[in-house]
């Protein structure tokens, strides 16, 4: 917890003390004159890196993608002026959702667990980004006070903390933060969660969600928790505390709003059963639970509950049986693109690569340019030998989602295979340095430059990048 600490304390010191005339306050704004939004963009990317390095991931394109398309949805409703976001999904199973200065967002599996509907998980996303959009961090920093900057840093050290170990260790260190703060500070604390909770209400009810999806969220967390050890409850009620009153003001809010009535979303459904079926310990469990669902009289449930039977089916090589269950699917839903991708995973499975390439490029004619459907055939294309057709798809991903660490992951990986070594130390020098190992970044870098000493254009592309590298190491 120090070394994290003191990390975090000496970033955010150095921007908010550091002036820069480029960085002009935006007029009328007084809180960019005590931190600039480029500044906390800044920042946040400093910690982004640092979640990267040292939080587990879970990289699966299909997640990703239908996270992001739900916080760009929520993003456009809420009173948010800076809309460059970067979404993390760690994989934990506790329930925990954080945001961070800049534009980070980042969330637990253990939330598809635990929100029953998209609406509830979509009022913790818009949650998160009340606090970006009110600005909390620069409204904290105002203050003028000493502890806010060392508040805020073990606050940010925390979420790295609880995402990678354990229960205790987390609140130890929330509570270390908080016991550094004033009591007028916590009280603050206590009005910015209320200001998030009614933005947050707002931005549901614009976007179409049910605006009492947050009053019922966090009336389960706090039923959910009230009779576990200390050590079980939910991250995200340490670093958010739910009181009687905080729930009954949720619900009056949403009164003010058109009633929704919430209904199970198939798309929402199916990431919820994907994330039980890809991180899952025990498989024979959740066949029982998939079975169970896949009876129900909600259609939705009961077509997640069978793709949760193919996944787990596949996973257990249990290909035939996954492939009956996945036709059936198909045939109701032939555009599906999550269906497309377990039936050519399965052919995968089975050894058929042919195959497998067939389904994703008749799916890619459908739908070009999808990201889970791109990278899935690249990684079809690597495991069937052909690493440079692989780089053909996955280039154009790497210059729109420069900052996808699973692209450069498979991007050197396809290069390594293709045999161009310069460009698979380019990748990987990519890789290191969005998970902040700026030495090995610079190194990697140092590998290509002799390899290219004919080529006037990649060596001053690649001597450019060692210095942006520098720049972020040492930023001025």
Request: charged letters at 25%.
């Amino acid at each position: 917890m120090t070394k994290i600490f003191f990390f975090f304390l000496l970033i955010i010191f150095s921007y908010c003390t550091r002036g820069n005339p480029s960085e002009l306050p935006t007029f009328g704004d007084r809180l960019s004159g005590t931190i600039s939004i480029e500044k906390e963009r800044k920042l946040g990317q400093q910690f982004l890196r640092s979640l990267r390095a040292q939080a587990p991931i879970l990289d699966d394109p299909i997640l990703q993608d239908y996270l992001e398309h739900l916080i760009y949805r929520l993003a456009v409703h809420s009173e948010l002026e800076d809309k460059r976001l970067d979404l993390v999904l760690i994989k934990n199973q506790n329930i925990n959702a954080f945001a961070a200065p800049g534009g980070i967002i980042g969330l637990h599996h253990g939330l598809f667990l635990y929100g029953e509907t998209e609406h509830e998980l979509s009022a913790i996303l818009s949650h998160e980004l009340a606090h970006l959009s009110q600005r909390h961090f620069a409204r904290r920093l105002d203050e003028g006070k000493k502890n806010s900057v060392i508040g805020l840093a073990g606050f940010l050290a925390s979420i790295i903390l609880a995402a990678t170990a354990s229960g205790d260790a987390a609140m130890a260190a929330i509570t270390t933060t908080q016991g550094l703060a004033q009591s007028k500070a916590l009280r603050y604390s206590r009005d910015r969660e209320a200001e998030a909770d009614r933005v947050g209400i707002e931005t549901l009810a614009l976007a179409g969600m049910d605006p009492k999806a947050m009053a019922l969220m966090f009336e389960r967390l706090q039923r959910s928790s009230r009779y576990i050890g200390l050590n079980k409850v939910p991250e995200f009620l340490r670093t958010h505390p739910v009181t009687k009153s905080r729930i009954a003001d949720s619900y009056n809010q949403a009164m003010k709003y058109p009633d929704e009535k919430p209904f199970p979303r198939l798309n929402y459904q199916l990431m919820r059963n994907r994330v039980r079926a890809i991180t899952t310990i025990d498989s024979s469990e959740e066949l029982k639970r998939f079975e169970i669902l896949a009876k129900s009289s909600v259609h939705e449930i009961e077509i997640a509950g069978k793709y949760g039977l193919v996944l787990v089916n596949t996973n257990e090589n249990q290909n035939i049986e996954a492939l009956s269950i996945l036709r059936e699917l198909i045939k109701k839903y032939p555009l599906n693109i999550n269906f497309r991708i377990a039936e050519a995973e399965i052919y995968e499975s089975l050894g058929e690569l042919d195959r497998s390439q067939k389904v994703l490029a008749q799916a890619l004619d459908t739908s070009p340019g999808n990201y889970p459907l791109t990278v899935k055939y690249a990684e079809i294309l690597l495991a069937a030998g052909k690493p440079k057709l692989a780089i053909e798809q996955l280039q154009p991903l790497s210059s729109s989602r420069p900052s996808d660490l699973f692209i450069w992951y498979l991007l050197a990986e396809s290069y390594g295979l293709a045999r161009n070594i310069p460009a698979l130390h380019e990748a990987r020098a990519k890789f290191f340095s969005l998970k902040g190992n700026f030495e090995q970044a610079i190194k990697q870098l140092s590998y290509a430059l002799p390899l290219i000493t004919n080529d006037f254009q990649a060596s001053a592309r690649i001597r450019q990048a060692m210095k942006d590298i520098i720049n972020l190491r040492n930023p001025r």
